[in-house]
């Protein structure tokens, strides 16, 4: 028997095994295509030459694959093998695809846990790796020591949708602090300043901004979006024009940030012209038909 095996030998799925061969752990591998395992076999691990051979190999198998279409469709030929045993699922998918594969492995007596990894292939088993984890309390406390070979462990609940709700939510927060790195960059280039002139700024400045997010959290889980605001919504639609005009002016594609015009202007419709900009999470909550 093996600590662990590992199904699923892409990028991602490569790099939780050799972390678990780090921590000294005997580990069995799948992958559909074979050679994937050399690299693993040559440390050590057991390449299985089945799905079922290494479900049985182990009372904790780990699974990372493409998609959740791919999950259920390689482990749909080792139902038989998972009664008894844990099914940590980190592939990256959705609150609903998590729930319900977290009822395919009760109905075929397995405990689940679905996970978000919150890092690149190439920091997972360093300090910076977290991994979320949401599904069966009594799976995470039974192996959360052999878990945290891969980076931090941190147990969201009961509900196996809560790890990819996490996971997607802070990928929505990135990708945001992206877009508007990449529309700032667009427009400085177009004018001619390098990148690495204009960067040590702009990151300057987005630090300095982080300061408002913990009063945003306080505004939105009190519900009063009007106490002690600095800069109102209607004083920042009102200079959100100039951003876009500016960028055409420019010849930049406007595309990223004309979104959040498009909510500006909503909130101050709707009578939050006072308002910080955390009143805009509600008509986020409150989408227009079609959105």
Known sequence: MSDIAVIGLGAMGTALAHAFLNKGHE???????PAKAEALAARGAVVAKTVEEAVRSSPLIVACLLVYDTVHEALGA?????????????TNGTPDQARAMSDWAARHGAN?????????????????ALILYGGSRQAFETYSGRLDALGASRY?????????????????????????????????GKAGIPAREFMPLLTA???????????????????DHTSNVVSNLGMQADAYVNLIDATRSAAVSAELVLPMQDLMRRGVA????????????????????GA
């Open 270 to 289: 709707a009578g939050n012209a006072n308002a910080d900009l955390s009143s805009l999470v509600g008509l986020l909550q409150r989408p227009k038909p």
């Open 27 to 33: 580990v069995t591998v799948w992958n559909r295509s």
């Open 156 to 188: 969201l609940g009961e509900d196996a949708g809560l790890a990819p709700l996490y996971d997607i939510s802070l990928l929505a927060g990135m990708y945001g602090l992206f877009a508007g790195v990449l529309q700032a960059l667009a427009l400085t």
């Open 78 to 90: 080792a139902e038989a093998a998972f009664s008894g045993r844990t099914l940590v699922n980190l």
């Open 112 to 128: 689940y846990l679905d996970g978000g990894i919150m890092a690149v292939p190439p920091m997972i088993g360093g300090q910076h």
């Open 205 to 223: 400045w987005l630090e300095a901004m982080q300061g408002a997010l913990p009063k945003w959290a306080e505004q939105i889980d009190s519900g």
